[in-house]
T-cell receptor
Framework: DVKVTQSSRYLVKRTGEKVFLECVQD?????MFWYRQDPGLGLRLIYFSYDVKMKEKGDIPEGYSVSREKKERFSLILESASTNQTSMYLCASRTTLGLGYTFGSGTRLTVV | GENVEQHPSTLSVQEGDSAVIKCTYSDSASNYFPWYKQELGKGPQLIIDIRSNVGEKKDQRIAVTLNKTAKHFSLHITETQPEDSAVYFC??????????FGTGTRLQVTL
C-alpha cells in the first residue's frame, strides 16, 4: 500500500523555536507538497517541489522554508515559530504525469 | 491563479437521502476537477475526478457533474450512509499543475 508518512501527529512548540516537519513517501513520486489546513479556509499551499533540490513557493510561503535533499523526503521548516502558525500541516505527493495527490495523515502543530 | 468557491460549508442529511455539494471556479483553462474526502484524523483522499471533456461521471453512489460554460461542478452522493460523514473538498487546477482546494463541506449523515 502506497504511503506518505508524516513523522509526528501532534507537536507543541514554543514561540521562536525552529520547527522541522518531516514527510516521507515510498512511491518514488517526483512532486511533493506542503499544505496547511485551517477551519473555513480549506487547504492552502505553502511550498512544493517538482524534484530533488527543487522548490517553489506556494500561496502562503511567508515564515516557512523547505528542504528536498532526497527524492522521498520533503521537510517543512518554521524558522521562528509564531502562534499564527498553529495549524494542521498536510504533506502530499504525486508523480509528474499523475493528477491525484496522496496525502499523509497530517501533523497538528500548536505554537504556544 | 485559480479561485475555487464551495458551498455549503456544512450539510446535514438523513441516512438514505441525497447530498449535493457545489463549486465554482475562475480559470477557464482548468481541465481537471477532483474531489477529496477527509475523514476525522486522516488526510484527504481522492474519491472521484472528472476531466473537462466529459459532463458527468459516476462511481456507484457518487457522481460528479461539470458545466464548463458556467464554470461550476458538483458532487452528488445518493443513498447516504453514516460512513459518508466527512469533510469534502472540491479542487481546481487552473493553468498551473498545483491544486487549488475549496474551503470544504462538512457532511453529517444522521440516523
Amino acid at each position: 500500500d502506497v504511503k506518505v508518512t508524516q513523522s509526528s501527529r501532534y507537536l507543541v512548540k514554543r514561540t521562536g523555536e525552529k520547527v522541522f516537519l518531516e514527510c516521507v513517501q515510498d512511491m518514488d513520486h517526483e512532486n511533493m507538497f506542503w499544505y496547511r489546513q485551517d477551519p473555513g479556509l480549506g487547504l492552502r499551499l505553502i511550498y512544493f517541489s517538482y524534484d530533488v533540490k527543487m522548490k517553489e513557493k506556494g500561496d502562503i510561503p511567508e515564515g516557512y522554508s523547505v528542504s528536498r535533499e532526497k527524492k522521498e523526503r520533503f521537510s517543512l521548516i518554521l524558522e521562528s515559530a509564531s502562534t499564527n502558525q498553529t495549524s494542521m500541516y498536510l504533506c502530499a505527493s504525486r508523480t509528474t504525469l499523475g493528477l491525484g495527490y496522496t496525502f499523509g495523515s497530517g501533523t497538528r502543530l500548536t505554537v504556544v | 491563479g485559480e479561485n475555487v468557491e464551495q458551498h455549503p460549508s456544512t450539510l446535514s442529511v438523513q441516512e438514505g437521502d441525497s447530498a449535493v455539494i457545489k463549486c465554482t471556479y475562475s480559470d477557464s483553462a482548468s481541465n481537471y476537477f477532483p474531489w477529496y474526502k477527509q475523514e476525522l484524523g486522516k488526510g484527504p483522499q481522492l474519491i472521484i475526478d472528472i476531466r473537462s471533456n466529459v459532463g458527468e461521471k459516476k462511481d456507484q453512489r457518487i457522481a460528479v457533474t461539470l458545466n464548463k460554460t458556467a464554470k461550476h461542478f458538483s458532487l452528488h452522493i445518493t443513498e447516504t450512509q453514516p460512513e459518508d460523514s466527512a469533510v469534502y473538498f472540491c479542487v481546481g487546477t487552473g493553468t498551473a499543475s498545483k491544486l487549488t482546494f475549496g474551503t470544504g463541506t462538512r457532511l453529517q449523515v444522521t440516523l
